[in-house]
């Protein structure tokens, strides 16, 4: 939810931060800014994506050495010109990106109004600013000063990059619940929400912690200080990501590269972790945790979006292989719910950026209510990777399509292995059970790809239904999350209304809704309660309600009923969530394609929901 980026050095910053915006773009895109320093400060902005502020900066002197960017998610003020960063003092000598909110901005606005300062725009940025500028010049302050004093005043979350006109060499950084990362080059500095821009520039990279402050300087100096004017000795982590990953790769969307990256980066996910031979499942955490895991009260699985339908799924895994107590929440509920959350609770956080504010929220009072926390999280160095006590990386690499596809077969993949792990461990699988289940495991990518080889009957499908209005998604057991998860997807990047239910609610409400309009999406591959499912789609065809069934190979029965059919590979029940989200992670894409939509960046939306 919004991009920033910054540089300084000795090359031209104009490309470094435009490059660096389209890589952000991901994070936000209702305007983009820049500002850079050509004899004083130049701040250019523009509504829309980075390519309009691309065009509106073709012709400008982009030989300045210093700079900073943004790509925005409106949440203060509607998306246009004037509300979009960069954002700038009332004297003109400081200006600021920022990504994040200040909560009491509307106080400390009123009090700055009234000590005679004007504000151009309705955002919580330019007050910011605005603060920092009244104590710099109040005190006659370094900047770096009056940077930590504003912000012991604020509430609220903010990653931001501040240039000042007076001092050329340098750049001023701050993070709380939002994050930022430093790359490190010679004698430069590169700044950006996370480490894509950085990939190109530099592997070495410092992810700046809650509450500090860096300040940078073109001559190769850095400083980090904590809020509470603590210097810091920062750790350089090594960068593990290649270019490629960043880039379409002869794809016209991301998420349709993703989605076909999912044989590969579900073995990833297995890779080194589950041993076919030596018969075992290894993840770090879970070794490291062994006690506190198989001993826990009950898992409180925390999640927002897709992540909440991978966590509904580990609730079916863990009560089915580990006979443990589980509940799924979302974690904008969790946290405002006055939980019981005790000592002997595991809370396991599944995120793809690792960076979702709800969902951090939620860790942070499970913490202090003593809970073990384990995070299950895509973006490495990311802020809830950082706060867990233990937890695995899910390895699917950038995942740049707002909708997630690759992510949430990678979190499913874990949370099935780490059921399989602690359900051998306390005794309530047999081991030949674990060993059907880690041999099945490893047939899964090839069993996606199989899937993938669907694609063209998939699309003529799409075709058929891409101009409908609504459409319902029904399934049973681990296919009902595999259902929401279905509509999920059609909402956010088709703008088609769809819900997901369980199959048997059906006729608890949403069967008012059928007619001949109505598409039904049935995830029918279940080999428990395969009747019932039968029978509901038989209540579908009775209503004359279209129905699209995703079935097991070598389906008869269904096969004969639905308008459609779309097979998928026989595979141990537990695991066919991994093969049947994939037929709806292509129906969506289609149809997206189909009705023009923008794909990757659908309206309204961001990838990563560092706001409450
Ligand atoms: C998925 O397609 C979404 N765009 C969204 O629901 C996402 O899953 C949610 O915001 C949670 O994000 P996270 O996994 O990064 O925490």
Redesign the pocket.
Known sequence: MCGIVAYVGSQQAYPILLNGLKRLEYRGYDSAGIAIMNGGLKTFKKKGKVAELEAFTENIDDHSTIGIGHTRWATHGAPDDINAHPHSSGNGRLVMVHNGIIENYDSLRRALERDGHVFKSETDTEVLVHLIEEIQTQDELPLEEAVRIALSRVVGAYAIVLMDAEDPDILVAARKASPLVIGVGEKEFFLASDATPLVEHTEKVIYLKDEEIAVVNRNGDMQIKTLNNQLQTPYIHKLDMKIEALEKEGYDFFMHKEIHQQPVTIADCMRGRLSLEEHYVRLGGVEEYEQRLTKANRFIIA?????WHAGLIGEYLFEELVRMPVEVEYASELRYRNPIITEEDVVIA???????AD?LAALELAKEKGALIYGIVNVVGSSISRLTDAGSYIHAGPEIG???TK?FTGQVTLLTMMAISLGYKRGTISTSMFQRLVSEMSNIPAKVKKVLQFEDQIKYIAGEIKDRQHALYLGRGYNFPVALEGA??LK?ISYIHAEGYPAAEMKHGPIALIDEEMPVIVIATNKSAYDKVVSNIQEVKARKGMVIAVVTEGDKVISKMADYTIEIPDTEEVLTPLLSVIPLQLLSYHIAVMRGCDVDQPRN?A???TVE
């Open positions: 999640a927002c979006g897709t992540s599944l995120s793809q950026s690792g960076e979702t969902t707002v909708a997630s992510a999920l997807k956010e939306l990838k990563s929901v």
